[in-house]
């Protein structure tokens, strides 16, 4: 089994730590109906989110993977679904089975920890904290963080200067396949979780280093830290 000794462990939010659709989906709903416009429901949204609230709202309004709104529609639906999220970060959302153990045994091995994501700070800070996980990571690296998110390299670049080490010393467990372009471009290796959010498609498509169903399978995966 391919084990792993890096300097630094990054893990992503939605879909990895936290199971964060349920209240996206309730704020699609609530702003499709203000919006006298069809329901989508969880199912879909499971299938849309991992790019951004901006393009969560537009694949809601057209009910597309890949669609583009009218404008002015979509500067409508924004601020009421952004409105609605703030209200709405944590209410529904859960930890994932296995993400606190998981989060202790990287911990335990003597490793220092991020988050990146591509959810804006407002509503990451917030989440994390309310799921009592916030204080695990030396930092945290929104969405708008900096210019670019996932799959852009950037932001991995950024957390590997933060923690002053190189990228191929530095490991990223996510769960989709921006988690996996965004590794590979930025040389690090990549762990992936077999149940987050990838549009529907199987993450193995895309060959990550090593799918797992549990965090707490990391336990097999990480040699203690040596330093």
């Known amino acids: 089994m391919k084990t792993f000794t890096p300097k630094m462990v990054l893990f992503d939010l939605d879909g990895t730590l936290i199971d964060s659709v349920p209240d996206l989906a309730f704020c699609v ?8 416009l069809p329901v989508r429901g969880e199912a879909a949204v499971r299938n849309w989110v991992g790019n951004g609230v901006e393009r969560l709202v537009e694949r809601a309004l057209t009910n597309d993977l890949n669609g583009k709104p009218d404008a002015m529609l979509f500067a409508r639906a924004l601020p009421m679904f952004k409105a609605l999220y703030a209200e709405n970060t944590s209410k529904r959302s859960l930890l994932y089975p296995g993400v606190v153990e998981g989060l202790e045994i990287v911990r335990s091995r003597g490793y220092r920890m991020g988050c990146v994501t591509n959810k804006a700070e ?19 690296i929104s969405g708008d963080t900096l210019t670019v998110k996932k799959p852009d390299p950037g932001p991995l670049f950024y957390a590997a200067g933060w923690f002053q080490c190189a990228p191929h010393e530095a490991l ?7 988690d996996v372009k965004a590794a590979r471009a930025a040389g ?3 762990i992936c979780m077999s149940y987050g959010y990838n549009h529907g498609e199987d993450i193995r498509n895309y060959n990550p280093d090593v799918v797992i169903d549990s965090m707490v399978e990391l336990a097999e995966l990480l040699e203690p830290c040596r330093g």
């Open 29 to 36: 709903d609530e702003m499709m109906k203000a919006l006298d």
């Open 122 to 140: 407002a509503f990451t800070l917030p989440l994390l904290r309310d799921m009592g996980v916030l204080d695990t990571f030396e930092v945290v």
């Open 172 to 178: 990223m467990v996510g769960d989709s396949i921006s």
């Open 188 to 190: 690090f290796n990549i």
